[in-house]
């Protein structure tokens, strides 16, 4: 079988319908160990990429987790892969956020199966997204957040060359473009990347596109002050989307004033993408950790 097909083969899952809206997107295997003290954990794709982010072959997070039998339920958000699209106006960061709380309830109640909780991975728009859900304070049980590929403030021409492009609903950036922004120095990926990321590549509601450069600026540090979870923030070297220094990393990690514990470093030798560098595999790994370690073992009775 193809990667392709095996890729392909994935997307058609789909985790939840309901009523009103599907969810789609792919399970790090087909049948989980049965419940244990390990979360569950959902990982939220960024803007132009699919569910798939997770599940390129060779960076997948999803066979990572596999391999350690770590149940994680990779998901498309609202436009992407299967699942159903918000109102241009409400395919904002927000929007996406009141939909992800409420699909995550229905998830947790069809699959949650006895596990302490939930643990969310967010990447870029969708770690963005994660903080908006955990600042919500959900009535299902929220472990924990691993974000990456956010932060306080964007270039300020990243705003006017968003504004420029074409007054669509959906807009698929040019492939020139996102090697441009979602990669780091050619030393810092392999050979094969970025076209082994293609497969993952999907067009983007161009609401939440301008919505990440602009309210969210605004929004950011208020979100921040009410997540109550603990917080795992990685922020890449080469990351050409965000204003990026240590003293930025270290700001974004205090805004967090209420959650118990927060992890906030910069990433070294990699750029936006970070599962798709040569360092991915020790940041999949560190992401796993930390969900793991949001779910401790209840002492023996």
Not at 126 to 149: D, E, F, H, K, T
């Amino acid at each position: 079988m193809t990667e392709l097909r095996r890729d392909a083969t994935r997307v058609n899952h789909h985790i939840l319908k309901t009523v009103d809206y599907a969810i789609s997107g792919r399970r790090s295997a087909e049948v989980w160990p049965s419940a244990s003290d390990q979360p569950l954990i959902i990982a939220v794709h960024g803007g132009t990429y699919s569910s798939a982010y997770f599940d390129i072959s060779g960076y997948s997070l999803l066979d990572r987790a596999a391999a350690l039998e770590i149940p994680v339920l990779a998901l498309d958000r609202p436009g992407y892969g299967h699942s159903t699209p918000l109102p241009a106006s409400e395919a904002t960061i927000a929007g996406n956020a009141e939909r992800l709380d409420d699909g995550l309830g229905a998830i947790w109640r069809e699959q949650g199966d006895g596990r302490p909780g939930i643990v969310l991975i967010g990447h870029s728009i969708g770690g963005a997204i994660s903080i908006a859900v955990a600042a919500r304070q959900p009535n299902w049980p929220l472990l924990g957040i691993a974000i990456s590929g956010v932060g306080l403030v964007t270039p300020p021409e990243a705003g006017e060359a968003w504004a420029a492009l074409p007054d669509l609903p959906m807009l698929n950036l040019p492939t020139e473009i996102k090697d441009a922004v979602m990669f780091g120095p050619p030393w810092t990926f392999d050979a094969g990347m970025p076209e082994r990321s293609r497969l993952a590549d999907a067009a983007i509601p161009r609401a939440e596109l301008l919505d990440i450069v602009t309210t969210w600026h605004e929004d950011v540090r208020r979100l921040a002050a009410q997540v109550t979870v603990p917080v795992h923030y990685r922020q890449a070297e080469f990351d050409r989307l965000w204003i990026v220094d240590p003293s930025q990393v270290s700001e974004f990690g205090a805004a967090f004033s209420a959650a118990p514990s927060v992890d906030a470093q910069l990433y070294s030798s990699a750029g936006h993408c970070i599962d798709f560098h040569r360092l991915g595999a020790a940041f999949q790994l560190e992401q796993l950790a930390f969900g793991l370690r949001c779910a401790p073992p209840h002492p023996a009775s």
